[in-house]
């Protein structure tokens, strides 16, 4: 049970939607640059300019996306006052560092507010190296030690309390609105019921008095219409209710046509390439859908587990009766990393299964492959 747990917490993602950088953050930087300069005019017990000019840069220029690459703004940032503070400490006595070095700690509140477990882990390992070279190389006392040690607990402690608290926060919100959803369909439903029987009614009397009275037969055949629209429209309100989706309207499935929609060509992650041939005008849409969802939890999965991937490769072929998708990245699964990264593959079999096709993941030559073959009609075998 333990080590599920911390399985679990270990593989914590990111929280979602972090801010990008704004107006607020360059106000930030601009007001301790101005007071970095104030400083260093003031003050004569500073170290030389070029390590000043070097710690400010390092501590300064990662804060404006400390929310969307919270470890790499740590380690950049404490990596080079780490390396500052040996130099500081094999040359000799060479002053102080300006005081803006504590933006540091907004630095380590972000990573525990936004970065992912093993995230933070990583960065909290690069922040405990720096903690006691500086110590050495500013040849601080035993209290000015524990009160160091102690802002940064302090930051750290903040940064994952918000964390889980605005994390409670929207279950609970989410929680609300699925019992909200819930009462409203039983509602909806009382209503759906009312709308039936009256139909049923109405075709019984119909029936009834269809060969002595064919004018009556047609006003009921009237009401019955009316009724049978209204029942719809009900049973389209029900539905649009459990949705956990805020949009109601009835909206088409994706299928094969939109796959195409996931090429991308970001720097910042993995490039996707899709390639779709073959004929899909006869194809069930239960089928197109599946393969739409396949792919994107694929390509979701080699994002967020494939070490080191430059290259999403999606491939989807129609024949005479089948359809086949396979997904290839390059990257690095590790130890067994994705097999056991969630219940993403698991969904995927079962949806493959369900419609008799045939499904497998695994390490394919230098990375990993998604491969599934699904009947085009969609029947279970």
């Known amino acids: 049970m333990a080590a599920t747990a911390l399985r679990a ?3 914590e993602p990111r929280p979602t939607q972090a801010p990008k950088p704004g107006p607020r953050d360059w106000a930030l930087v601009a007001a301790l640059v101005c007071w970095s300069l104030v400083e260093a005019v003031l003050r004569q017990d500073l170290a030389p300019r070029p390590l000043l000019l070097i710690a400010a840069l390092a501590v300064l220029g990662p804060l404006p996306w400390r929310r969307t690459h919270p470890f790499i703004a740590v380690a950049v940032s404490f990596g080079t006052l780490t390396v500052i503070d040996i130099v500081r400490t094999v040359v000799g006595p060479q002053g102080a560092l300006l005081s803006s070095i504590s933006a540091t700690l907004i630095l380590t509140y972000a990573l525990f507010r936004w970065g992912s477990a093993r995230e933070a882990a990583s960065g909290l390992g690069v922040i405990l190296l720096w903690l006691p070279v500086t110590t050495v190389a500013e040849g601080a006392g035993l209290w000015e030690t524990v009160a160091g040690y102690a ?11 918000v964390r889980y608290r605005t994390r409670a926060r929207v279950r609970d919100i989410d929680q609300a609105k699925a019992r909200e959803r819930e009462q409203l369909a039983r509602e ?15 075709a019984q009397a119909g029936r009834a008095i269809a060969a002595a009275h064919p004018e009556r037969a047609a006003e009921t055949l009237a009401v019955i219409e009316d009724a049978a629209s209204r029942t719809l429209t009900e049973l389209r309100a029900i539905v649009g209710v459990l949705r956990a989706s805020q949009d109601t309207a009835f909206v088409p499935q994706p299928g094969v046509a939109e796959v195409e929609q996931f090429a991308t060509h970001d720097p910042t992650s993995p490039c996707v390439e899709v390639t779709i041939s073959g004929e899909f005008g006869d194809l069930s849409p ?33 024949d005479a009766d089948r359809v086949r998708v396979t997904i290839d990245d390059d990257g690095s699964a590790g130890a067994g990393g994705r097999v056991a990264a969630g219940f993403g593959l698991v969904g995927m079999r079962e949806r493959a299964s369900l419609l008799g096709g045939t499904f497998h993941a695994g390490p394919a030559g230098q990375g990993w492959r998604v491969e599934a073959v699904l009947p085009r009609t969609g029947t279970p075998r």
Do not use: C, K, M, P
Request: no cysteine; proline share 0%; net charge positive.
């Open 9 to 11: 917490l270990w593989a």
């Open 151 to 161: 802002f940064f607990l302090f930051a750290a402690t903040l940064g994952a309390a």
């Open 188 to 202: 909806l439903h009382d209503t759906v019921a009312h709308h039936v029987s009256g139909i049923a009614i109405q």
């Open 286 to 318: 239960a089928v197109g859908s599946a393969v739409y969802r396949l792919v994107q939890e694929s390509i979701t999965n080699a994002r967020r587990h494939a070490r080191r991937a430059t290259r999403i490769i999606v491939a989807v072929t129609g």
